[in-house]
């Protein structure tokens, strides 16, 4: 249906990455890296080179999302997946709630569900709509999702958990924009290959004394945990501004140059404000066209940092898709594969521009509007 179309030059992007993950590493941050020569790549994570690398993008995570004195910038590596996992075996006692929307909330539900001596609970709210956690009695671990990157929905809204209960947000693909007090949680985790404009394998999780002091006390209890998922050795390396074992330093490198922008460009606040002015647009441009519509209805639950925008079934989304990134103009805009819609899945991640995504909803009018 969109085999003849061609896109003008004048609505070429200047960047055609607008996938949710990974999202577009500017290539400045590339040419820098470059730029470091024989003084980085090739070095010990263990020699100053590095460790001055990580204490600066740590100290920097600590100052974007203003994080308590007493909390730790907890570093390593595997990405959230990995952390699924590690946080099952090494932080919940007896049980774990989990509040879950989409396919990340419910894999990291199945990951501490597969851990026999611990119960797990799914409470699960229907795709397209946010869940609202909230504390449950009986459970020492609630898990929480701030943006479920598979159907753009997000929940911002934190419960007050028991004093002894550990309050965990997956903030992977929402950490950096959208909204989320971290002196509220507990276990505020996420990889860096989205809003954070690295690449993945990697993971950050800002803990709480409180969540500090449970994996001790799990540590202690005669469990088997690997040793690569032991969280003393997570928290006793980044506290020396390292990793248990080697690290990506290319990954730090972005991340480091991403949190760096970040901090110069306002901050936390500015971010999320220019998160949502993207969003709105979107949103609005979704709502105005009759052949589009927003897939997630409650306007409270639409993600600042991932869009989720159906197409009349008259347009197969997929056939457009393949025609753009045919002409090199746009990257990355399928569904989730998993939700199976006719739908584009478009990133708001920080160094996705407004000024791209206005040239995006401008390419896909003109499209359907010929077709
Ligand atoms: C919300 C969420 N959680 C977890 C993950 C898994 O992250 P990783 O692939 O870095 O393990 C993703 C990846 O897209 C995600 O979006």
């Given at each position: 249906m969109f085999e003849n179309f061609n896109i003008p030059q004048e609505l070429?992007?200047?960047?055609p990455r607008f996938g949710s993950g990974p999202s577009l590493v500017p290539v400045e941050f590339m040419t820098k890296l470059a730029e470091t020569g024989t003084e980085l790549l090739g070095t010990s994570h263990r020699k100053p080179a590095v460790k001055n690398l990580v204490k600066e993008m740590q100290e920097g995570i600590r100052t974007f999302f203003n994080?308590?004195?007493?909390?730790e910038i907890v570093i390593g590596n595997g990405g959230a997946t990995f952390l699924f996992d590690m946080i099952g075996l090494?932080?919940?006692?007896k049980k774990s709630s989990h509040f879950t929307c989409g396919e990340f909330s419910s894999k990291w539900y199945k990951s501490h569900a597969n851990i026999p001596w611990i119960e797990s609970e799914n409470i699960a709210g229907d795709y397209g709509h946010g869940s609202k956690a909230s504390n449950v009695d009986g459970s020492d671990f609630i898990a929480m999702t701030l943006n479920e990157t598979s159907t753009g929905v997000q929940n911002i809204d934190l419960p007050e958990v028991d004093a002894d209960t550990i309050l965990a947000v997956d903030?992977?693909?929402?950490?950096?924009?959208i909204p989320c007090?971290?002196?509220?949680?507990?276990v505020f985790f996420f990889s860096p290959?989205?809003?954070?404009a690295s690449e993945g394998g990697f993971f950050v999780s800002i803990m709480s004394p409180k969540a500090i002091k449970r994996s001790q006390e799990i540590a202690e209890l005669d469990r088997y945990i690997p040793t690569i998922m032991s969280w003393d050795l997570a928290i006793t390396n980044s506290i020396k501004n390292q990793t248990y074992n080697t690290p990506s330093i290319s990954t730090i490198f972005f991340l480091n140059e991403q949190v760096k922008l970040m901090n110069s460009q306002g901050g936390y606040s500015s971010a999320i404000e220019y998160a949502q002015k993207k969003a709105d647009m979107l949103y609005s441009w979704a709502q105005e066209k009759p052949y589009l519509d927003t897939y997630v209805k409650g306007e409270s639950d639409r993600s600042t940092a991932v869009a989720c925008i159906d197409v009349d079934d008259k347009y197969p989304a997929g056939d457009l898709i393949k025609v753009l990134e045919s002409q090199k103009a746009v990257y990355g805009i399928d569904a989730y594969r998993k939700l199976g819609k006719n739908q584009f899945r478009i990133s708001l991640f920080h160094n996705v521009s407004f000024e791209n995504l206005e040239k995006l909803t401008k390419i896909i009018d003109l499209a359907i509007e010929q077709a």
């Open positions: 070429r992007p200047t960047d994080v308590p004195s007493d909390y090494g932080l919940v006692r903030a992977t693909s929402g950490a950096g924009q007090d971290i002196s509220k949680t507990d290959q989205k809003v954070f």
